[in-house]
Structures are given as C-alpha cells and as structure tokens.
C-alpha cells in the first residue's frame, strides 16, 4: 500500500497526459513510455481509487464524471509543480516589484481583481497596475506586461494562449421585466429596448445556439449605445431594457438576484479568452503565478 501510494503522483501525471494528448497512443509518445506501460499506470490508478476514470473504445476515449474533477485536479498540480521548479530554478529572482495588466472591463470585476488579490496575498511586494480598457492596448509601446484579451489574436509580435472562454447571454433586471406586459419571447425581443456596447452597434443581428445546438438569428436593435460593459450592466440594473453580456461578468449579478437570464436555452457560440504578452524568453515568474491564478478564476 505505501508502495502504491509514492506512485499515485506517477500515476496522476500520466492520466493527466492521456487525457490532454486524447490517446493513450500520443500520451506515451509524450511522456517516452510504451503504450502498454501507459494503460498499466491508468489501470493501477483506477484500482488504487477503487473507480473508473475513462471509458475506452477503438475510436474514442471518454472520461467519467469523477474522471473529469480528477483531470481537472491533476491539471493544477502538475502546474503548481512547474511552478514551483521554476521558483527553485529561479531562486535569485525576486517575487517582486511592479506588473502591468490590461483587460475588458467585463473580466476585471469577475476574474482579474480576485486573480490579483490571490497574487497579492501570495507575494505581498507585488506592486500590480490594471488597466481596464475595452480596446485593444499596444502593450508594447505602453509598457505593459500582459494583456488579456477576448476573440483570435492576429498580432504575430505578442506570444500568448488560451485560458478560458465565454459565451454572451441576454439579461434583464427584474424590475424591467415585471414591468413588461408580456414575457420574453423569440417573437417579440426585437420590441424590447436594447442596451448595446459600441462594438455590438455594426451587425444588428446575433447568433444564438439552443439546447440541441440549433441555430437562431436575433434581430436587436439598439436603443442605447455605451462604451463599456458596466455602463450596460448599469442601465441594466436602471430598467431600461435588455442587454447582450459575457456569462462570466453577469452570472454574479444573477446570482445576486439583481438580473436575470432572458431566455435562457439561448446563448451565443464560445469567444475563447487569452493572455498576451512580449517577452522573447521566459516570462517573469510572477506573470506566471498571475495567469494560474486567473485560469482559475475563469473556470469558477
């Protein structure tokens, strides 16, 4: 059992691989194992758990739920050990001093401040500056050390890569939405007063995907027109009317009970979030712990 229990990492780390590479195939190629040497580890592991991580065919490999938070889990300690070989690695680094940081204002409030308060706690001689700006900064030629942005990146000079995702949904405040004589409906949205950020202003008509992935076209056509997420989020909460906003800034405030999803089996195809940044070499390590940190963030 002790002897099981020293190789459980091992075991972790190999799953972790299998899952990511999407082949036991790929993942021995990775890690310089046999592909028999690897579906042992896997198995041993499932034994040593007493469950089932992945369902395998000719064809696919498909993980179980509880496969699912172990991958998640085996993810994040594989990057805190990197993490913490490059703090040894890099001993004579200090954790210190200023780190710039650009993002929507959309992703300030609901991933980057508490990704910078975990930062903070963490390394208290951080001295962080945030930029929350919707357009796309030069970080280069302002001094910044990363940037976060949503949609494909076509910038060559900048390296970067994909932290997370998130999908637009339309919401409303409860007051506005008790006020209306009638519900919601696919019919009749386009009646509704729409509350559009600038850069929702050029096509008026959006994409929507369903429950079974079927596609909708909406018209919407603004009535207001802002230049920034919280000048939406606040008329929003005013009553003025509905609004098209990213489900990872407008979630807080549907839990609060201060808006509400309208028509929820409605949501628009994913917009991939990423970090950038132009450093030639190695980024700084704080950058590093930054990006773990908000990745975290993003999947809460």
């Known amino acids: 059992m002790k002897t099981e229990q020293k190789n459980v990492f091992l075991w972790l780390m190999v799953f972790y691989e299998v899952v990511e590479q999407g082949s036991f195939t790929a993942a021995a190629d990775k890690l310089d194992l046999t592909k028999s040497g690897v579906s042992q580890h896997i198995s041993r592991l499932e034994q040593h758990l007493g469950v089932q991580l992945l369902t395998r065919s000719t064809r696919s490999l498909n993980l179980t739920n509880i496969g699912e938070q172990l991958f998640k889990r085996s993810g994040e300690l594989k990057t805190l050990l990197n993490l913490t070989i490059d703090e040894v690695s890099n001993s004579t680094q200090q954790v210190a001093g200023l780190l710039s940081i650009t993002a929507p204002q959309a992703l300030v409030q609901s991933a980057v401040l508490p990704a910078i308060e975990q930062l903070v706690k963490q390394f208290p001689n951080i001295k962080p500056r945030l930029i929350a700006d919707d357009t796309n900064q030069n970080i280069i030629k302002k001094g910044i050390d990363i940037a976060i942005r949503v949609g494909e990146q076509a910038d060559s000079e900048l390296k970067g890569a994909k932290i997370g995702a998130h999908r637009e949904i339309i919401v409303a405040s409860s007051a506005y939405l008790s006020a209306t004589k009638h519900s919601i409906s696919l019919q009749n949205i386009h009646t509704h007063p729409f509350i559009a950020t600038s850069w929702q202003t050029t096509n008026l008509t959006h994409q929507f995907l369903d429950d079974k992935n079927k596609v909708h076209e909406l018209l919407l056509q603004p009535q207001f027109e802002m230049n920034s997420a919280n000048s939406v989020m ?57 990006i773990e940190f908000l990745k975290k963030q993003l999947k809460n």
């Not at 800034?249 to 950038?276: M, S, W």
């Open 234 to 290: 606040e008329s929003v909460l005013m009553g003025l009317g509905i609004a098209l906003l990213p489900d990872v800034y407008a979630n807080k405030y549907i839990r609060e009970g201060k808006i509400q999803h309208v028509l929820p089996n409605l949501k628009t195809k994913e917009n991939n979030i990423y970090y950038v940044h132009a450093y030639k070499g190695n980024m700084p390590l704080i950058m590093k712990w930054f």
